[in-house]
């Protein structure tokens, strides 16, 4: 999740609805300028016990942020505690339960993200071997309870746990048990925002069922091959979901400007601390009738802020956001931006990919998300077979998007290699999740502690 740097105070007040719509047009970049940023979050335990470390303890969250600092992160702080850390590879946070994210640069090509991915790795790895603590890629913890789970001193995940029981059954879960994989595009127009956004959308249960690899809760097979997608569902109605709206005519910057006004707020920055503003409306805030802020109106970071507390499977802020996919090892995180990258930075690839989903019914796309955290390829597809069935075609035109871009390693090799974890999977049409109830259910003998050898990083 965002972690925020600077006050509002300062800045130029939002007067009216045309300032939030400018907020994205603002991020239009022409194709020469498009970037990649990849997000990944681990879980975080100690080796001795695998208990998840809490931030003050010795050897702890706290401690783990403190190491980082000597590969050249700056920290910083909120309330005087250390709570992200800033560098040229982007920026270091904390999640709920001090789940660890490297939150990447804007790069302009893929091996430069798994170089980036690498040395963050490399870093973890380094100081864990010091702290004696371990990193986990998995999309769900999978033997915590939420009792066990540790608390960050992050404001506005305070103010979060106390709302998220009011509006679903597992936001807490969303919050302190899982982790995901993101990647964040940019686009050069409006019509080229819909456009992708549409694909995006469309396609994210692809994702999810490619990088399905949650598959157990408090030590036992959950049900489910993607829990953590599953939680979204469940999680709060006003801020998740497929977004309809998207693929109605006239679908624009205002319309998503219009949505996310409609999002109940979490919450207002104010001189280093966060205000609860929990179900209270932007609105209002416009126009200057916020109960948490009586008289005052929002600034830009504040409208930057709320946008990055609605959660539908593809966000808007200045950039669009890619966010199905579940945790997972190192080469899984290569290859999520290689998927979107190859789908939509390339306009044959975009085509392609619309021709394939735009025929979709309202009603089909949400059947295909329902499904999917089950059945994952197993899912059924509009028009006949499953995912297991689409996802070798999407692949090759993800494949053919990242060769026509023609960015080359020193050795000559394109992006398209990146694809190839995704390409086994799709081959043996069996997801990783299911992959590690196998081994649960025969060489592990329902051992949920042998999941720390082969699933950490």
Known sequence: MSTRTESADGEAIIEDRATLIDYFSGGEKPADRWRIGTEHEKFVYRRTDHAAPSYDE????????????????????????????????????????????????????????????GRH?????????????????????????????????????????????????????????????QVNLDYQSEADMVKKFRVGLALQPLATALFANSPFTEGKPNGFLSYRSHIWSDTDPARTGMLPFVFEDGFSYERYADYALDVPMYFVYRDGKYIDA??????????????????????????????????????????????????????????????????????????????????????????????????????????????????????????????ARKRLNSAGDSENGFLDPLREIAASRRVPAQALLDRYGGEWGGDIARVYDEMSF
């Open 58 to 117: 010795p050897g702890g969250i706290r401690d783990l942020l403190a190491e980082l600092t000597r590969f050249g992160w700056r920290p910083i702080e909120e309330g005087g505690k250390v709570i992200a850390l800033a560098g040229p590879d982007g920026n270091v946070s904390l999640e709920p339960a001090g789940q660890l994210e490297l939150s990447g640069a804007p790069l302009d090509n893929l091996h430069q993200t798994c170089c980036e991915t």
């Open 121 to 181: 790795l490399e870093q973890v790895k380094a100081v864990g071997d010091k702290l004696g603590l371990g990193f986990l890629g998995l999309g769900m913890w999978p033997d915590k309870s939420r009792a066990e789970l540790p608390i960050m001193p992050k404001g506005r995940y305070r103010i979060m746990l106390d709302h998220m029981p009011r509006v679903g059954t597992l936001g807490l879960d969303m919050m302190l048990r899982t982790c995901t994989i």
């Open 278 to 403: 929990a179900g209270q409306s932007f609105r209002d805030f416009l126009d200057g009738r916020l109960p948490a802020l009586p008289g005052e109106k929002p600034r830009p970071s504040d409208w930057s802020d709320h946008l990055s507390t609605a959660f539908p499977e593809v966000r808007l802020k200045s950039f669009l956001e890619m966010r199905g996919a579940d945790g997972g090892p190192w080469n899984r995180i290569c290859a999520l931006p290689a998927l979107w990258v190859g789908l939509l930075y390339d306009d044959g690839a975009l085509d392609a990919a619309w021709d394939v989903v735009k025929h979709w019914t309202i009603a089909e796309r949400q059947a295909l998300r329902d499904a999917v955290p089950k059945l994952a390829l197993g899912a059924p597809i509009p028009g006949g077979g499953t995912l297991a069935d689409l996802a070798p075609r999407i692949l090759d035109i993800a494949g053919a998007g990242l060769t």
